[in-house]
């Protein structure tokens, strides 16, 4: 155990504690007891030998790697870096400032964050895809600690991940849990309870340190005794507003700042404080050589490629087979694709890239909440991750994936089974939000492939775009649309049916736009002439192809196995603007049942019959 300066320890926490109640003060705002409370626990992890971290180098993959999951302690984060050097006292009182990377919450404005946090639970699941990434893929000596508030144990992700840590023996993972007994309006449901805590972490396959979270003996040694095969849990009974009498273990302080009067009150408690003195944080070990970077190949030699430059031959494949072989295809030539399911790979088809590349697939079983944290710290440590599961089931996670944009993650999500076109299984299996869903979110990218190879190109082209974007796929089994020379890029449409007569523009994309192919071979009949647009990117979406139909077609129709909200027909409506050009929506609009896949497009009023009908009330 490296030896302990416990008099160095405290003149680095009283000045530790003096940046959080300036800083806080100054602002006028901040979390200054939630801080205050895990002072000892951080400053002993920093600054006694047990944290190994580059501050000149935040990027080095070996690193020991930091997430405080209880995000709203970040005065607590920025005075432990000020502490380390790395922050002066001006920029400390610039906290929450619009021009500050210093946030309410951690994000990645500021360069030691790990992840963005401050949505409370999903610190940990970040920290296990950290800690697998170490242990599995780069096979690195890093370990990952993360801090946890004791409100935050309330939250059902905490103990997803916690069994998911187990299940890998994530040893170099390291959580440390500040109870200090208090939340947001009182006190939490185990109080100061530490036993309770320890009792179902052991429970969850973890080994426990029980101790007092302002001594720093205590904390050196569950520090520094972690050597074991499964995930280590500190849990430390702490006072919230530790060291200031005004705040110390009171109901009332959450979310509140001293004034100004009682701040030269606490800091007269606090005692002489050396603005000077700083702490060191040991470097981590050199690598050897440096890790392999990603490659992207293209998908020129995808398995549905063998086939000539026609589609005529190939027999009907649904969109969710082609996203598994296109996967594994790309794992062959990209090192850093790696792949996560929740328990239904044989659905998604995702147990393609576990056959072809089993050392880079990870079963998160049924906790879509904890799957998405995963691959958020997966993708900070340079992986590119595509998670699937049902559509249905990525609402769950909605809340994860919120917050991977303010991570600035690089996931790639594939749900499957989406809208009513999957029939029998009923209105609980499918996916019918989640193109609304994702649409909503900050720089997020929406594609939805209509047939296999359009899947396949768009598989690929997701792992050169950097960012957060989702894949929509089909269960049903559907008809070959494109050769196999066809081009794909996001932002994209493909303009499939076209003449200069056309009364009306129909805009469809996935299931439904196999029933738009359908009712214009009709319509042709009939000598009635529309213009079919396969708007597989709902976002970015084709503006100028769509204005372009709109102009010269006067009318538009789109047609989603989706709810009415937030999908297709909103697209499309918001990339018009205040173009007076007419657009009818086709979509889901009643609740849905189980039934045939006919029958429920039928029902709903998306199929070809009902594409011809809406199109005959417009021109007639």
Not at 21 to 41: M, Q
Not at 271 to 297: C, H, N, Y
Not at 393 to 414: G, P
């Given at each position: 155990?490296?030896?302990?300066?416990?008099?160095?320890?405290?003149n680095i926490?009283?000045?530790?504690?003096?940046?959080?109640l300036?800083?806080?003060?100054?602002?006028?705002?901040?979390?200054p007891?939630?801080?205050?409370?895990?002072?000892?626990?951080?400053?002993?992890l920093y600054?006694n030998?047990?944290?190994?971290?580059d501050?000149?180098?935040?990027?080095?993959?070996?690193?020991?790697?930091?997430?405080?999951?209880?995000?709203h302690?970040s005065?607590?984060?920025?005075?432990?870096y000020?502490?380390?050097g790395k922050?002066?006292?001006e920029?400390?009182?610039?906290?929450?400032?619009?021009?500050?990377?210093l946030?309410?919450?951690p994000?990645?404005r500021?360069?030691?964050?790990?992840?963005?946090?401050g949505?409370?639970?999903?610190?940990?699941?970040a920290?296990?895809g950290?800690?697998?990434?170490?242990k599995?893929?780069n096979?690195?000596d890093?370990k990952?600690?993360?801090?946890?508030?004791?409100?935050?144990?309330?939250?059902?992700?905490?103990?997803?991940?916690?069994?998911?840590?187990?299940?890998?023996k994530?040893?170099?993972?390291?959580?440390?849990?500040?109870v200090?007994?208090?939340?947001?309006r009182?006190?939490?449901?185990?109080?100061?309870?530490?036993?309770?805590?320890?009792?179902?972490?052991?429970?969850?396959?973890?080994?426990?340190?029980i101790?007092?979270?302002?001594d720093?003996?205590?904390?050196q040694?569950?520090?520094?005794?972690?050597k074991t095969?499964?995930?280590?849990m500190i849990?430390?009974?702490t006072?919230k507003g530790?060291?200031?009498?005004?705040?110390?273990?009171?109901k009332?302080?959450?979310?509140?700042?001293l004034?100004?009067?009682?701040?030269?009150?606490?800091?007269?408690e606090?005692?002489?404080?050396?603005?000077?003195?700083?702490g060191?944080i040991?470097?981590?070990a050199?690598l050897?050589s440096?890790?392999?970077?990603s490659?992207?190949?293209?998908?020129?030699?995808?398995?549905?490629?063998?086939e000539?430059?026609?589609?005529?031959?190939?027999?009907?494949?649904?969109?969710?087979?082609?996203y598994?072989?296109?996967?594994?295809?790309?794992?062959?030539?990209?090192?850093?694709?790696i792949?996560?399911d929740?328990e239904v790979?044989?659905?998604?088809?995702?147990?393609i890239?576990?056959?072809?590349?089993?050392?880079?697939?990870?079963?998160?079983?049924?906790?879509e909440q904890?799957?998405m944290?995963?691959?958020i710290?997966l993708a900070?440590?340079?992986?590119?991750?595509?998670?699937?599961?049902?559509?249905?089931?990525?609402?769950r996670?909605?809340d994860q994936?919120?917050?991977a944009?303010?991570?600035?993650?690089n996931?790639?999500?594939?749900?499957?089974?989406?809208?009513?076109s999957i029939?029998?299984?009923?209105?609980t299996?499918?996916?019918?939000?989640?193109?609304?869903?994702i649409?909503?979110?900050h720089?997020?990218v929406v594609?939805?492939?209509?047939?296999?190879?359009?899947?396949?190109?768009?598989?690929?082209?997701?792992?050169?775009?950097?960012?957060?974007?989702y894949l929509r796929?089909t269960?049903?089994k559907?008809k070959?649309?494109?050769?196999?020379d066809?081009?794909?890029?996001?932002?994209?449409s493909?303009?499939l049916?076209?003449?200069s007569?056309?009364?009306?523009?129909?805009i469809?994309?996935?299931?439904?736009?196999?029933e738009a192919?359908?009712?214009?071979?009709?319509?042709?009949?009939?000598?009635?002439?529309?213009?079919?647009?396969?708007?597989?990117?709902?976002k970015p979406?084709d503006?100028?192809t769509?204005?372009?139909?709109?102009?010269?077609?006067?009318?538009?129709i789109?047609?989603?196995?989706?709810?009415?909200?937030g999908?297709?027909?909103?697209?499309?409506?918001?990339?018009?603007?205040?173009?007076p050009?007419p657009?009818h929506?086709?979509?889901?609009?009643?609740?849905?049942?189980?039934?045939k896949?006919?029958?429920?497009?039928?029902?709903?009023?998306?199929?070809?019959?009902?594409?011809i009908?809406?199109?005959?009330?417009?021109?007639?």
């Amino acid at each position: 155990m490296p030896k302990i300066d416990t008099a160095h320890l405290e003149n680095i926490a009283r000045l530790v504690r003096y940046f959080i109640l300036l800083s806080t003060t100054t602002a006028g705002s901040g979390h200054p007891s939630s801080s205050l409370s895990a002072v000892e626990l951080m400053t002993t992890l920093y600054f006694n030998n047990i944290l190994k971290f580059d501050l000149e180098d935040p990027k080095n993959p070996n690193n020991d790697r930091v997430i405080f999951s209880k995000g709203h302690a970040s005065p607590l984060f920025y005075a432990l870096y000020a502490a380390a050097g790395k922050l002066s006292l001006e920029e400390l009182k610039q906290l929450r400032k619009f021009d500050s990377p210093l946030e309410g919450h951690p994000t990645k404005r500021f360069p030691y964050t790990e992840v963005a946090t401050g949505s409370l639970g999903q610190g940990l699941s970040a920290g296990v895809g950290m800690a697998i990434n170490a242990k599995y893929l780069n096979k690195l000596d890093y370990k990952t600690y993360v801090l946890l508030g004791d409100s935050e144990m309330a939250e059902g992700s905490n103990w997803e991940a916690m069994q998911v840590a187990a299940h890998y023996k994530l040893n170099n993972l390291v959580a440390i849990l500040d109870v200090n007994k208090f939340g947001q309006r009182g006190e939490t449901m185990q109080g100061h309870n530490i036993k309770d805590y320890a009792y179902k972490a052991r429970a969850f396959g973890w080994r426990t340190a029980i101790i007092d979270g302002h001594d720093f003996e205590q904390i050196q040694k569950s520090l520094t005794q972690t050597k074991t095969n499964k995930p280590v849990m500190i849990i430390a009974k702490t006072l919230k507003g530790k060291g200031v009498n005004l705040l110390e273990n009171k109901k009332g302080w959450h979310g509140k700042v001293l004034d100004q009067k009682q701040l030269k009150i606490a800091l007269e408690e606090l005692g002489k404080i050396d603005l000077e003195v700083r702490g060191g944080i040991t470097s981590p070990a050199s690598l050897a050589s440096p890790l392999v970077s990603s490659q992207v190949s293209d998908s020129s030699s995808s398995p549905l490629n063998g086939e000539e430059k026609t589609s005529k031959k190939l027999s009907p494949q649904s969109t969710r087979d082609a996203y598994g072989q296109a996967l594994a295809k790309l794992g062959e030539t990209n090192p850093e694709v790696i792949a996560l399911d929740a328990e239904v790979s044989n659905s998604t088809f995702s147990s393609i890239f576990k056959d072809a590349h089993p050392d880079r697939f990870f079963e998160m079983f049924i906790a879509e909440q904890n799957m998405m944290g995963v691959a958020i710290g997966l993708a900070e440590r340079g992986k590119t991750p595509y998670i699937s599961t049902f559509a249905a089931f990525l609402t769950r996670s909605f809340d994860q994936v919120r917050m991977a944009a303010y991570s600035q993650s690089n996931l790639k999500i594939v749900g499957s089974h989406a809208g009513v076109s999957i029939g029998e299984d009923g209105p609980t299996q499918m996916g019918l939000e989640d193109i609304a869903m994702i649409r909503s979110i900050h720089n997020s990218v929406v594609l939805y492939p209509s047939d296999a190879r359009a899947c396949e190109k768009l598989v690929f082209a997701m792992a050169e775009h950097r960012g957060l974007a989702y894949l929509r796929t089909t269960r049903a089994k559907t008809k070959m649309i494109y050769k196999s020379d066809e081009k794909f890029q996001i932002g994209g449409s493909k303009t499939l049916k076209q003449s200069s007569s056309d009364q009306l523009t129909i805009i469809a994309a996935g299931i439904t736009l196999h029933e738009a192919l359908k009712a214009y071979k009709k319509l042709e009949k009939e000598d009635i002439k529309v213009r079919i647009i396969d708007l597989y990117s709902i976002k970015p979406v084709d503006g100028e192809t769509i204005r372009k139909a709109a102009s010269e077609t006067g009318k538009i129709i789109t047609v989603e196995d989706h709810y009415s909200e937030g999908g297709i027909a909103e697209a499309v409506l918001h990339t018009l603007g205040g173009n007076p050009v007419p657009v009818h929506s086709l979509a889901v609009r009643k609740m849905p049942r189980s039934g045939k896949k006919e029958e429920l497009l039928a029902y709903m009023e998306i199929d070809s019959a009902a594409i011809i009908k809406k199109v005959k009330e417009i021109l007639c």
